[in-house]
C-alpha cells in the first residue's frame, strides 16, 4: 500500500463519514450490501494477510475498514473493538491522521446510541488531533460532528456554530459532498427552530451540490424541502418535491427514503382534504418501513451469525492447531521421559545414598552440638547456684555482722555514759566526745547502702515487685524491713539490725502487712521469701 493511496483511501473515509452522518442519525442503521458474507470474509481475509506484512499503519488501515463495515451493518461492540484495536497501531504523537479519523468514527457509534456525552470526548479528540496536523478536512469532519451532537441534545445555537465552522473549513478545502452535507445539518436545524425561511435557504444550497446525483443525500434534502413547502402551507410545491425525492429514492432502492416520502406525501394529501390519498401514502410508508426494518435486520442478523461462525471455525481451527502441536510435544516427550528416567533414577538413587550419609552426620554433629550445649548449662547453672549461695551466705554474714556490730556499739556507747556519770573520773569530757562520736557513727547509712547493693544483686526484681503490690507508697524502713525479712530473719535479728526493740518490729510488721494483699492465714515471711 503506497502511501498515496493511504492518503486517499483516509480522504475517502472522511467524505464517506460526513456524507453518512446524517443519514444515520435520522435513520439509525441504513441498509447495507446484501452480500454480508462475502463482504465480511473479504474484509477479514484482508486483515490477515496485512497482519503478516507486519506493517502498523496497514493493519490499522485494516481495522478501520472492518469497523467501518460493522458500524454500517449496526453491531457496534464489534466496530467499537476494531476501531481499538486499530488504535493500538496508531501513535497519536506522530503526524498521522489516521488517529482523528478513528476517533471520529468510535464517537459516531456513541452518537448513533445516543451517548452524546462519550460522542463529544471522541470527537473533541480527533479535532484536537486534526488540529495538532494542521489536517484541515478532518477539523470539519469533526466539527460537524460535535454540532450534530448538540442539535440531538437541544443546544441548538452551540450546533449552529460547530456546524458553520466545519461549513468555512470545507468551502476553504472546495470539497462539495462536505459543503452539501453541512448545509443540509444547518437546515435542518434552523427547521427545528421553526426558522422555515433559512431552514429552506440552507436546503436549497445544499440540494445546489446533490441535485442529479442519484444519491441517499439527494434524496433526503429533497424530503426536507418538502417538508419546509408543507409547514409553510404550500401544500402543491411540497408534494412536488417530495415526489421528487420519492422517484430518486425509488431508483435506488432506499427503503428508509421511500418511507420517508410516502409519510410526508400522507401529511400534505390530509392537509389538504385529501384523505382517501393520505391513506393510501401512509400504508406505502408502513409497508416500506417493514421492508427496511427486515432488511435491517436480516443484514444485523447475517452479520451476527457469520461472525459467530467464523469465530467458530477460528476457534476450532486453532484448538486443532493447538492440539497437533500437544500431539507432537507429546511424542517428543515420551522419548525424553524415557531417557530421563533411567538417567533420573540412577541420579536418584546416588542422591538419596548421599543425603542419608549426609543427614546422619548432621544428626551426629546436632546431638554433639546438644551435648556440648547442654553441658556448658548444666555448668553455668551450677556456677550460678555457688555463686548465688556464696553471695546469700555473704548477705547473712553481712547481716549478722552489722547486728554484732551495732550491738557492740550500743553497749560500748552505753558503758561510756555509765563512767562519765561518775564523778571522780577527769575524762568524763574526753569519754562524753568518744560516746558522741560512737553515736554519730551510729547514724551512718553508708553501710545501709552497700547492703541495698548487695542484695539487688541476689534480688533484683524484689523491690519493684514488692513497691507494685502495694497500693500507697512505701517508706524506706518499710522497705528495709521487707528485704530484712525476704533474708527469712528473725524479729529479733531484724531489730538488732535496725536499733530497735523487738515491739517496734512486730508493730512494723503488722502495719506493712496492712498496705501488702496478704491472705490472713499466709505468714508475712513465707510472702516475701515467695516474691
Known amino acids: 500500500m503506497t502511501p498515496t493511496f493511504c492518503i486517499f483511501f483516509r480522504l475517502s473515509l472522511s467524505l464517506l463519514s460526513i456524507s453518512l452522518c446524517r443519514g444515520q442519525m435520522e435513520t439509525g442503521y441504513p441498509p447495507y450490501d446484501r ?113 450534530s451532537c448538540y442539535e440531538k441534545q437541544g443546544e441548538y445555537l452551540q450546533a449552529l456554530d460547530y456546524q458553520k465552522e466545519s461549513l468555512a473549513l470545507f468551502a476553504k478545502l472546495e470539497n462539495d459532498n462536505g459543503i452539501a452535507t453541512v448545509n443540509e445539518n444547518i437546515g435542518s436545524i434552523y427547521e427545528d427552530l421553526g426558522r422555515y425561511d433559512l431552514a429552506y435557504e440552507y436546503f436549497a444550497k445544499s440540494y445546489g451540490y446533490l441535485k442529479d446525483k442519484g444519491t441517499h443525500e439527494e434524496a433526503n434534502v429533497l424530503n426536507n424541502l418538502g417538508d419546509i413547502y408543507r409547514k409553510q402551507g404550500d401544500y402543491n410545491q411540497s408534494i412536488d418535491y417530495t415526489q421528487k425525492a420519492l422517484l430518486v429514492a425509488d431508483r435506488i432502492h432506499d427503503n428508509h427514503q421511500l418511507e420517508s416520502a410516502h409519510k410526508d406525501l400522507s401529511k400534505a394529501f390530509a392537509l389538504i382534504g385529501d384523505y382517501k390519498e393520505a391513506h393510501r401514502y401512509l400504508m406505502e410508508a408502513e409497508k416500506y418501513n417493514q421492508a427496511w426494518l427486515q432488511a435491517h435486520n436480516t443484514n444485523q442478523l447475517n452479520v451476527l451469525q457469520t461472525i459467530y461462525e467464523t469465530n467458530k471455525k477460528e476457534a476450532e481451527i486453532q484448538l486443532l492447531k493447538e492440539q497437533n502441536k500437544v500431539n507432537r510435544a507429546n511424542q517428543n516427550l515420551l522419548w525424553v521421559a524415557l531417557f530421563a528416567l533411567a538417567a533420573i533414577l540412577t541420579i536418584l538413587y546416588s542422591y538419596v545414598g548421599r543425603k542419608r550419609k549426609a543427614k546422619l552426620k548432621l544428626q551426629e554433629y546436632r546431638q554433639r552440638t546438644l551435648k556440648a550445649e547442654l553441658e556448658k548449662k548444666e555448668y553455668e547453672e551450677k556456677n550460678l547456684q555457688r555463686e548465688i549461695k556464696l553471695k546469700t551466705a555473704a548477705l547473712s554474714r553481712y547481716s549478722l555482722h552489722l547486728s554484732q556490730k551495732n550491738k557492740i556499739l550500743l553497749d560500748l556507747s552505753n558503758t561510756l555514759r555509765n563512767i562519765a556519770s561518775r564523778k571522780n573520773m577527769d575524762s568524763s569530757v574526753k569519754i562524753k566526745d568518744l560516746a558522741k562520736e560512737i553515736d554519730f557513727n551510729l547514724q551512718q547509712e553508708h553501710e545501709w547502702d552497700e547492703f541495698m547493693n548487695f542484695f539487688k544483686e541476689i534480688h533484683p526484681d524484689f523491690i519493684k515487685k514488692l513497691s507494685s503490690l502495694s497500693e500507697s507508697n512505701l517508706s524506706p524502713a518499710e522497705m528495709r524491713l521487707g528485704m530484712l525479712l525476704r533474708l527469712n530473719l528473725t524479729s529479733k535479728e531484724i531489730a538488732s539490725i535496725l536499733r530497735v526493740t523487738p515491739d517496734s518490729v512486730r508493730v512494723a510488721r503488722y502495719r506493712l502487712r496492712k498496705k501488702l494483699p496478704i491472705d490472713q492465714k499466709e505468714e508475712l515471711v513465707n510472702f516475701m521469701v515467695e516474691l
Open 35 to 147: 452480500q454480508i458474507d462475502s463482504t465480511f470474509f473479504r474484509l477479514k481475509e484482508d486483515l490477515e494477510k496485512v497482519k503478516e506484512e507486519s506493517s502498523r499503519e496497514k493493519i490499522a488501515l485494516a481495522h478501520l475498514e472492518l469497523g467501518e463495515f460493522y458500524r454500517q451493518t449496526g453491531v457496534y461492540s464489534e466496530a467499537v473493538d476494531q476501531y481499538n484495536k486499530a488504535i493500538e497501531f496508531v501513535d497519536s504523537k506522530a503526524n498521522d491522521t489516521l488517529y482523528a479519523l478513528l476517533n471520529n468514527s468510535i464517537g459516531k457509534v456513541h452518537l448513533s446510541l445516543n451517548k452524546f456525552k462519550l460522542a463529544k470526548q471522541f470527537f473533541n479528540e480527533g479535532l484536537q488531533s486534526s488540529n495538532n496536523l494542521g489536517y484541515i478536512q478532518g477539523q470539519a469532519v469533526s466539527k460537524g460532528l460535535i454540532g
